[in-house]
């Protein structure tokens, strides 16, 4: 993206952050009600860490850690991504061959086309456990570990990003979004809060090499903490793990210019 882009689209997500403070109530609201529903969420681990006290040999602040790098990601994923989120009422109503009109990339004009920032709450809670996690552990905090742990959460998000693109980029075929799409980004999301040492070898591959939620959070995680992860990978390569996401978010990209290139109008 070019220089003129990013300022095109970063003055477009502030106005509308601007847009949706206007109803600060409403902000709040809806903020502070996902705080508690993913804090619901967090409590259910708890009881589970609290009963058993490790499970698989990890332990719940571990698990926080986890827990704070996916719903950080996917929150920023859901803020800047909703566009592609709801491209699918885009096709069906014929909107998006206006798109094919303007100078503009459609995938510029698509992901500028709605922006939410009422994930808040769910982007409090995984700074809390974020922070919580990284005083309760013995990890010693170098520069080094601290810029793994941002770029964690950046090729996180890109690759909740790229999810919600390929999600949009099935519509050019089906018009509506398919449910599978929602069992790997919401049902990812679950998934990649837990150590990937739960899962069956075919799942945890699949995570891995397929839809690299992965290296979202286990496998950084595994480097932060010195903790071998399964399938094993070189140390290099985990510590490369946030390269990864933004690899995943330009390949999206791509089968997304591919889908646009073999899109048929609604006729709507």
Known sequence: MSLDATRLYLRLAAASLRAQMQYRASFVMWSVGQ???????????????????????????????LFGLVNVSFALAESFGRGFDTFSAMVRSGDFDRLLLRPRSTAFQVATGEFQFLRAGRLAVGLVMLLWAGSALSVGWTAARLALLAGAIVGGACVFYGLLVLQATLCFWTIESLEIM?????????????????????????FTFVVPLAFVSYIPAGALLDRPTVPALPEAARWASPLVGVAFLLVSLRIWR??????QSTGS
């Open 258 to 263: 591919f889908g646009e290139r073999r899109y």
């Open 182 to 206: 929602n069992a790997l980004t919401y049902g990812g999301t679950e998934a990649a809060q837990y150590p990937l040492t739960l899962y069956r070898d075919w799942f945890r591959r699949f």
């Open 35 to 65: 705080f508690i529903t993913v804090g619901i969420e967090l409590l259910g681990a708890w009881a589970l860490f609290d009963r058993f006290g490790a499970v698989r040999g990890w332990r719940f602040a571990e698990v926080a850690l």
